[in-house]
């Protein structure tokens, strides 16, 4: 299974901001929306993550609060992205070897066309597995009887 196969099923709805959007402005969007993360983009190329973990880091730096800080000065900017032809082994692999939960998927001339989360990983493959079973239990209940000869 592919990136792009799960992709077509999520949906094409994405939430950006700018290194220079306030963080707060930033924390509004994402619970506003019920998202974990944003992508931080810059000239139209992805420069950055912005997700709970980095929102928490920023509130234990201010001390429990939200000051007037940017999505730039806190954003994760080292970011590993993913093109739609990505095997999903592969990102299961990558996202627990860098320990993300958001993955920006961007074609080859970089623009961006998705998140991927480790949640949309789970269930493209929970469901993939779940059909599989039913196929297979079908195929076994119309397994033809053995004859002796």
């Given at each position: 299974m592919k990136v792009s196969d799960i992709l077509k099923v999520k949906g094409d709805v994405l939430y950006t901001a700018t290194p220079q959007t306030p963080l707060r402005d930033a924390i509004s969007t994402m619970t506003a929306n019920d998202i974990g993360s944003l992508v931080v983009m810059q000239d139209g190329r992805v420069c950055g993550m912005l997700s709970f973990r980095e929102v928490m880091n920023a509130i234990d730096v201010d001390s429990g609060a939200i000051h007037e800080g940017t999505v730039g000065a806190h954003m994760a900017a080292d970011v590993d992205v993913i093109s739609p032809d990505t095997d999903v082994n592969d990102i299961r692999r990558r996202m627990l070897e860098r320990h993300s939960r958001y993955v920006p998927v961007v074609d080859a001339s970089g623009v961006l066309l998705g998140v991927m989360s480790f949640y949309d990983i789970a269930k493209a493959?929970?469901?993939?597995?779940?059909?599989?079973?039913?196929?297979?239990k079908a195929y076994i209940r119309q397994w033809p009887a053995e004859t002796e000869e």
């Open positions: 493959v929970l469901d993939a597995q779940s059909f599989e079973n039913k196929m297979l």
